[in-house]
């Protein structure tokens, strides 16, 4: 939340469940940096969320390594990724 208000001038809700629920939906091809991709971890509901870079990297935090930046097409991330966007 707040690397968006801050870096991007964008307010969004608190939880990654409204805030996939208020985004204009984009394809994984049409992302640009600031957009957000969505993942839900062994649940149906989402409960993970990043901050599209560019060259399918974002950043988001990780309970055990903090801040980090990953590849969406790291298979692992990829089998939980379900939807992406930008902030309205």
Do not use: C
Not at 44 to 54: A, E, M, P, S, T
């Amino acid at each position: 939340n707040k690397v968006m208000q801050d870096v991007y001038g964008k307010s969004i809700p608190r939880t990654s469940t409204d805030m996939a629920e208020q985004i204009k939906r984009k394809y994984e091809r049409q992302l640009k940096e600031g957009d957000l991709v969505f993942f839900s971890f062994g649940r149906r509901n989402i409960d993970h969320v990043g901050i599209y870079l560019h060259n399918n990297k974002f950043v988001h935090v990780s309970t055990s390594r903090g801040v980090i930046i990953s590849d969406l097409h790291d298979p692992w991330y990829y089998k939980y990724f379900r939807r992406a966007g930008s902030v309205r």
